[in-house]
T-cell receptor, first 111, second 115 residues
């Protein structure tokens, strides 16, 4: 059972386009994190959202946590080739620090 | 943020041998570390949670006797793949947990190839 559904799993777009990645669950999370991973490297934390309805911006990236803390989205404006990578959402449920990961979104931005 | 190192970054071993992977916290003493396995183009699969001074907690389906985890000091956790087989070939990543929001900081990963 996948507790955190992430979509789309693959996305190939042209430089300058906008995109949104979604993570959805029927469960409530105490916090949700977004990570970005490049091939052959470990994931790097981008942001943590904690409060329902919270919106955080990181340059061209906008992260939102759903009001009920069950879902989240990542929106990238004017994507650049450097945004290429695997994006992972992960939710925490106060279970000893364990995270539940989504399936990941493989993003390719072509110049 | 926290910094985690892993060693080795890649290793090739023969079938039947054992391989040890080290995960080290560099900037603060991590009580809890996590070990993941990742297949190409796939998400992370949690293998076990490692706490300093106690036995690791393994996820369902992960063989404890095959994937030995030791967390003898606050800064070091090790994963030993015993009697490795080609199907154990994978990317293994560790992380340390931090903060009330359960953020995790990941090591750079270890690519294991079993021939």
């Amino acid at each position: 059972t996948q507790l955190l559904e992430q979509s789309p799993q693959f996305l190939s777009i042209q430089e300058g386009e906008n995109l949104t990645v979604y993570c959805n669950s029927s469960s409530v999370f105490s916090s949700l994190q977004w990570y970005r991973q490049e091939p052959g490297e470990g994931p790097v934390l981008l942001v943590t959202v904690v409060t329902g309805g919270e919106v955080k911006k990181l340059k061209r990236l906008t992260f939102q946590f759903g009001d009920a803390r069950k879902d989240s989205s990542l929106h990238i404006t004017a994507a650049q080739p450097g945004d290429t990578g695997l994006y992972l959402c992960a939710g925490a449920r106060n279970q000893g620090g364990k995270l539940i990961f989504g399936q990941g979104t493989e993003l390719s931005v072509k110049p | 943020g926290a910094v985690v190192s892993q060693h080795p970054s890649w290793v090739i071993c023969k079938s039947g041998t054992s391989v040890k992977i080290e995960c080290r916290s560099l900037d603060f003493q991590a009580t809890t570390m996590f070990w993941y396995r990742q297949f190409p183009k796939k998400s992370l699969m949690l293998m076990a949670t490692s706490n300093e001074g106690s036995k690791a907690t393994y996820e369902q389906g992960v063989e404890k006797d095959k994937f030995l985890i030791n967390h003898a000091s606050l800064t070091l956790s090790t994963l030993t793949v015993t009697s490795a087989h080609p199907e154990d070939s994978s990317f293994y990543i560790c992380s340390e947990g931090k903060g009330a929001s359960y953020e995790q900081y990941f090591g750079p990963g270890t690519r294991l190839t079993v021939t």
